[in-house]
């Protein structure tokens, strides 16, 4: 790993064993690009990358000369207006109305390590080896307004986070109206755009097209980094598979309203941007005041998607989740919600917490309802004090019995919410974002407090701690489960509006920051009814996170397949639950249902009493095999083989990091009579090492799983015997792959 600058040809090369990124500083001093991609050998001078012609048409700044056009030029830190006409990368309002800039190199420092990004979460390091970090220092002249542009290069995988810096060096005030955190431009446009969209319920499903001339995005405007799409995206090459293949993975470590789009220009040149959505987004910058924005990671690979997954996952689960929880085995729980909803009592719960801990559960976790006048969804946000009616022990005295019984305690809190029907909203009711003479949307009947106001995340601290302090919690739930519409907060003057959605996300972001610290073996999971929040900012805090509200193993192959393009398998909340499933009406085996929720952190999401007998012995029996093999299956080196969005079947792989140990999940949705044989072909493997293989005991090497593949065929592909089970629809089996002696 290292970075270079050489003096001569003014270009930097940031390099590890993987990959290099190179930057030059171009003729007029504006910062431009190079190239990202597989690691190349270093020269003095790549200026000839920098690809310019003559060309009719072209804005040029210097007269006589058609060659350097902006519009033509790859860059760092473009701005639109000055001969570029493409989407910028900044855009900055100025006191006589201009929005042009002009930013020119200054200079740069490279420091070892990874600094923090103040009040953001981001990329660490542990130890000043494992990265360095390049700061090119660029300014315009006109305003006086530094840009800070870092770029951090790890001694480990195929990443490089980015994040910009803008300092107000000037004698007025601006505003900086686009500061998006990453520009990437690259040479062509012969790419696949592959994104992770969808809805509540549906969340992660993996689109992709070609990228074609003209501008394409994924974006949220909804104060949340949403269901609906997720800060990430991929473009890969067309030919480019799960195993085979380059792709560039992109990903904001942002929770609030983002954009990331990619403009295909007239000579096939490709913008990547990503960042804040400037949509909704003016920040007013006084002179001496600084603005970071957030860190955007992009990820190169040339083993395919999965390479591409794998460097987000070794980057994501090390080294942007932290604390307590962040290497360890995550403890199987019981939720309540999918059993009780808002119906229950302390007895009920206690009913379902012994079954559960007879079935070798670890944790009861009590989800929404147990607060304020909380017994439907009209009242009680905001009120995070015991309901007493429900509670007569109150939270301490539940979580101590739970304790008893040899579990750990687990509580939901939706922290950033208030009903009207409340004694916070009764007290405070300018606490809400809300906009003065208009009407305000509820969203499930609630409302969204005003977190860019530090007393009221000070206020929610109050009550959040005091309950964590009095009561043996080990787990949190962190919900959220609207939207934000008419944002506006009370507390701000007009010309500091357009900070509102900025300003809520970093005093959520200061929550987090403050319970994590008081609490550092608390296990957070963070949730936006469902997944709606499922970003790499959060993960910073809570290293895992609900992955949808719809349970149903068949809806979920889906979900957590398409979460896995950039999420650790360790960051995916993932539960069994009841059939007919509440969501979809769908029956599914037990079996099925585990064998999706083991690719997750599991638990169940069920009142278990309601299980036969039989039933009863089966989950005693998933628990014992998760808690055996969960160190593999949430650390392991995960591999997508076969997508539930191309066919009938999907199959998924975790290997060990010695490769002696794999477990392959294979899934069929509808059964068939007389199918087609089928074997899949493996990874990750040893080539050289014999496994045996758990459902047979038959043996092959490595390279054979790989090569031929890994027989699913079952009873299906011919007549049925007699006597032999029937297979049906919603199949599914797990292989557990373990090197011996050939
Ligand atoms: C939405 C979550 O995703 C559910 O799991 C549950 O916690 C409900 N909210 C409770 O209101």
């Known amino acids: 790993m290292g970075i270079l600058y050489h003096e001569s040809s003014k270009t930097f090369h940031l390099f590890n064993g993987e990959i290099s990124y190179l930057m030059i500083v171009l003729a007029n001093g504006q910062l431009g690009q190079l190239y990202f991609g597989r690691r190349i050998h270093d020269r003095e001078d790549f200026s000839d990358l920098l690809e310019i012609a003559p060309r009719a048409m072209a804005a040029c700044p210097t007269l006589g000369d058609k060659t350097f056009s902006l519009e033509h030029v790859k860059q760092e830190l473009p701005v639109y207006g000055t001969g570029d006409y493409r989407s910028p990368a900044v855009e900055v309002q100025q006191p006589n109305g201009s929005r042009l800039s002009d930013f020119r190199y200054q200079g740069y420092r490279i420091e070892a390590g990874k600094p923090g990004l103040s009040g953001l979460p981001a990329t660490y390091v542990e130890k000043e080896q494992e990265a360095d970090t390049l700061v090119v220092e660029l300014a315009d002249t006109v305003t006086g307004l530094k840009a800070e542009l870092y770029y951090t290069v790890f001694a480990q995988g195929s990443a490089v986070a980015r994040s910009v810096r803008y300092v107000n060096g000037g004698r007025e005030a601006v505003y900086l109206e686009r500061a998006m955190s990453l520009c990437l431009d690259l040479p062509d446009c012969d790419y696949d755009w592959v994104q992770l969209s969808g809805a509540w319920a549906r969340e992660r499903h993996v689109i992709a097209r070609r990228l074609a001339m003209g501008i394409q995005s994924v974006a949220s405007l909804r104060g949340n980094s949403s269901h609906q799409h997720n800060p990430f995206l991929a473009l890969k090459r067309p030919a480019t598979t799960e195993q085979q293949g380059e792709a560039i993975g992109v990903s904001l470590v942002y929770s609030g309203n983002f954009l990331m789009q990619a403009e295909v220009d007239a000579h096939n040149c490709t913008r990547v941007l990503a960042g804040i959505h400037p949509d909704t987004f003016c920040w007013k910058l006084e002179p001496g005041e600084s603005f970071q924005t957030p860190e955007a990671v992009i990820a190169y690979s040339c083993q395919g998607l999965n390479g591409m997954s794998q460097a987000f996952h070794r980057l994501y689960q090390k080294r942007l989740a932290r604390g307590y929880w962040r290497d360890r085995e995550r403890p199987i729980l019981i939720n309540n919600w999918e059993a009780t909803f808002f119906d229950f009592t302390e007895e009920a719960l206690l009913q379902i917490a012994r079954k559960a801990k007879e079935c070798g559960v670890e944790m009861f976790v009590l989800d929404d309802g147990w607060f ?371």
């Open 372 to 742: 304020g006048g909380r017994r439907h969804e009209m009242a009680g946000l905001g009120d995070w004090r015991a309901n007493k009616d429900v509670l007569p022990h109150g939270i301490a005295g539940l979580a101590e019995q739970i304790e008893e019984m040899g579990m750990k305690f687990g509580l939901w809190f939706e922290p950033e919410m208030v009903n009207i029907d409340s004694d916070l909203y009764r007290s405070h009711p300018d606490w809400l974002l809300e906009t003065p003479d208009r009407a305000r949307c509820h969203g499930r009947n609630q409302y969204v407090l005003d977190f860019s106001r530090p007393e009221v995340v000070d206020t929610i601290y109050g009550m959040m701690a005091a309950i964590l302090r009095e009561a043996k919690v080990s787990y949190i739930k962190w919900d959220m489960n609207r939207s934000i519409t008419e944002c506006y907060s009370k507390a701000l003057p007009a010309d500091r509006q357009g900070e509102v959605f900025h300003r809520y996300i970093l005093g959520v972001y200061e929550l987090y920051q403050r319970l994590t610290e008081e609490f550092p073996h608390v296990l957070f999971e963070s949730c936006a009814s469902g997944g709606g929040r499922f970003d790499p900012g959060m993960l910073y805090y809570a290293p895992q996170a609900w992955a949808s509200d719809n349970t149903d193993a068949v809806e979920r192959m889906k979900i957590q397949y398409g979460s896995s393009l950039c999420y650790p398998i360790s960051s995916i909340g993932s539960h069994v639950s009841v059939t007919p499933n509440h969501q979809v009406n769908r029956q599914t085996p037990l079996h099925t249902r585990a064998n999706v929720a083991y690719f997750g952190t599991f638990g169940y999401e069920l009142d278990l009493n309601k299980l036969s007998e039989e039933e009863i012995e089966a989950v005693k029996e998933q628990i014992s095999f998760m808690k055996e093999y969960r160190g593999l299956l949430q650390f392991g080196t995960f591999y997508r083989l076969k997508s539930p969005f191309e066919g009938n079947e999907m199959c998924w792989m975790v290997v060990s990091e010695d490769q002696r140990t794999a477990i392959v999940g294979w899934y069929r949705i509808l059964n068939q009579v007389n199918a087609h044989f089928t074997r899949i072909q493996l990874a990750g493997l040893a080539p050289d090492f014999c496994y045996q293989n758990s459902r047979d005991g038959s043996k092959h090497y490595g390279d054979e799983l790989m090569g031929f593949g890994l027989i699913t065929s079952d009873v299906t592909a011919g007549e049925i015997p007699p006597n032999v089970a029937h297979s049906c629809d919603f199949e599914s089996r797990l292989y557990v792959l373990k090197a011996v002696e050939g």
